[in-house]
């Protein structure tokens, strides 16, 4: 497909690595020019016209990458360091230093993390329209009582911004220490802070799979490419 075959808003989303939503908006705050013209939502452009944000041009060639990296512990999923705790790009080769996460985890938490400059696909794994299932290994510092187990699975934690309904399955049959937890939603800490309102402490939380997407064999700290 040529560039004049798209709308501004989908060449937006391929340059910049954001959603159509998030281009839209860009549009919409009317930042964005066709030649020199104020673009309006919705708007088309024909090949070899000037796209332009802030006065900037926009163009190029762009390729989408996916990469999944298992995170370890002690690093953040940002690209500034935060006091003397390191971030996840200084894991990643330079050419990957442009790319996105696709959600996060906390610098306590391990695991597989998604980057990518494709918006749209970033968008689709996050937004809770699509329900992407996400898998952890977590161990609490205590048993977990039969009855939270059920109020987790059944009836759901009441948090401050609403019930946290997970799916719990034991990793052994020795201990109630260790949990397959599985869960639909992603907001911020929310396995953490559901088994806090209950009284137990995580002591490891580590993702194993996000989507379609498994951490398989990747070490500790290593990246491997991926396909859409």
Not at 48 to 57: H, P, V
Not at 75 to 90: A, D, F, W
Not at 184 to 191: F, M, P, S
Not at 222 to 227: H, S
Request: glycine share 8%; aromatic share 8%; net charge positive.
């Amino acid at each position: 497909m040529t560039l004049d075959q798209l709308r501004l808003n989908k060449f937006l989303a391929l340059h910049l690595g954001v959603s159509r939503r998030e281009a839209d908006n860009i549009i919409d705050q009317q930042r964005v020019t066709i030649n020199g013209n104020k673009a309006t939502l919705g708007a088309r452009f024909q090949n070899g016209d000037k796209i332009a944000i802030d006065n900037k041009i926009v163009g190029g060639t762009v390729e989408y990458k996916y990469i999944a990296l298992n995170k370890p512990t002690g690093y953040v999923c940002s690209r500034k360091q935060q006091g003397t705790t390191p971030t996840i790009y200084e894991l990643l080769p330079k050419q990957f230093h442009n790319l996105n996460t696709v959600g996060r985890l906390d610098h306590n938490s391990s695991g597989l993390i998604i980057l990518t400059n494709d918006g749209d696909f970033a968008y689709r794994m996050t937004h809770p329209s699509f329900e992407k299932i996400k898998i952890y290994n977590v161990r609490l510092d205590k048993d977990l009582a039969p009855l939270h187990q059920q109020m987790i699975c059944d009836y759901g934690i009441k948090l401050i911004d609403g019930s946290s309904k997970l799916q719990l399955e034991r990793m052994n049959e020795t201990e109630r220490k260790s949990w397959i937890v599985t869960m639909h939603e992603g907001r911020n800490r929310q396995i953490r802070r559901t088994f806090d309102a209950l009284g137990y402490n995580v002591k490891k939380l580590h993702r194993t799979n996000f989507g379609k997407y498994s951490i398989r064999d990747i070490k500790s700290g290593k990246f491997e490419i991926i396909k859409k």
